[in-house]
């Protein structure tokens, strides 16, 4: 099965009621991770790719992870999502490398900005039947270069901007924050909002900086000598009772983060004589593999990779053509 749209994905989803993680992705020990962790489970997969790991894979490396992922799994449904893109010259990079779904981020602009930002990147993609995702209203904390301070997102706004971009997804802020440090109690997140703004838009919705941050990940850093402070994320109840109400695409970083630094701490701190790479990438690997295994099961997308049917992008040019958009 080649690469399939975000659009199928999330619409698949949606039937089956069901939200599918995304995971971001830096090196090969991750990509493996969550390929492995889809084929087990039965899910379908999307793999992220930030600004930060298009450069710090210098593009090609990323590019060619990716073919090795569906060559690897020939009968897995993934897609290939850019996170986070801030211009249309990031979405352009994207669409080149093979990417099957972009986001445009405009939420730090002014609302009129933003519209004209996601309209402009929304023409581009769906030329190549590339999936866009835009955000509106903008999360707490700090992820890579991406930081903001709370802003809920408006439905009256949600909806006004839905229908001028014509955007396939729309990330939303309930209350969710990025980055590892995202509360110092459990949050309560706006479900309420959830709802209302899937009744006024009718697309998939989005929920950034959604990693759980499981204490047990913590403690096994600090165990093998980290420095981290007390931290909470969001719970997965929580994320349940969203995606009940139309979330369909649940975006996990810190997690696979937490359990790759506790595995490699231990590794060393157990055997101070290491230096083989394997030794200790090993341990990582098979710590991710685990927290993905489980938030796919979590999300309810487990056993769901079989309702696919082959999509392409040229499926999905002719679609937009037809829909004037």
């Known amino acids: 099965m080649p690469l399939i749209p975000m659009y199928q994905c999330l619409q698949e989803a949606a039937k089956g009621g069901y939200g599918v993680g ?8 991750q990509v493996q991770a969550v390929l492995r962790a889809g084929r087990e489970t ?17 593009r090609v490396y990323i590019k060619h992870l990716i073919r090795a992922a569906v060559e690897e799994n ?14 249309l010259e990031t979405v352009k990079v994207a669409i080149d490398l093979g990417f ?41 904390g700090i992820e890579e270069d991406v930081s903001g301070s709370v802003q809920l997102t408006d439905p009256d706004q949600a909806a006004e901007f839905v229908a001028r ?46 990693s759980s941050v499981p204490p047990e990940l913590v403690d096994r850093i600090n165990q093998y ?21 139309g979330v369909r695409k649940i975006n996990v970083d810190t997690d696979l983060r937490l359990a790759a630094t506790g595995a490699i701490r231990q590794a060393f701190a157990e055997n101070p004589a290491l230096f083989d790479l394997r030794d200790y990438l090993g341990p990582a690997r098979e710590a991710m593999y685990k927290i993905v295994a489980e938030r796919m099961r979590d999300f309810g997308s487990a056993g ?3 309702d696919y049917e082959p999509l392409t992008l040229e499926d999905m040019k002719a679609f937009y053509r037809v829909r004037g958009y």
Do not use: W
């Not at 600004?51 to 210098?58: D, P, W």
């Not at 939303?172 to 909002?193: C, M, N, Q, R, W």
């Open 22 to 29: 995304a995971f971001n992705v830096n090196n090969m020990e």
């Open 42 to 58: 039965r899910s379908p997969v999307i793999l992220q790719v930030s600004r930060g790991a298009l450069k710090y894979t210098n």
């Open 74 to 87: 020939p009968d897995l449904p993934i897609v290939v999502h850019l996170d986070h893109g801030d211009s």
């Open 100 to 140: 099957t779904s972009v986001m445009i981020d405009g939420s730090h602009y002014e609302f009129e900005k933003n519209v004209a930002i996601t309209r402009e990147v929304v023409e581009y993609a769906h030329q190549f039947g590339v999936s866009v995702e835009a955000e509106l209203g903008t999360l707490g």
């Open 165 to 210: 971009t014509h955007c396939d997804s729309l990330a939303v802020a309930i209350g969710t924050s990025h980055g590892a440090y995202k509360f110092k109690a459990e949050p309560k997140l706006a479900i309420d909002l959830v709802e209302e703004i899937y009744r006024r838009v009718q697309i998939p919705l989005v929920l950034h900086g959604s």
């Open 225 to 245: 000598g980290g420095r981290m402070e007390k931290t909470a994320g969001v719970p997965i109840a929580s994320i349940q009772q969203a995606i009940a109400k």
């Open 304 to 306: 769901h990779a079989g």
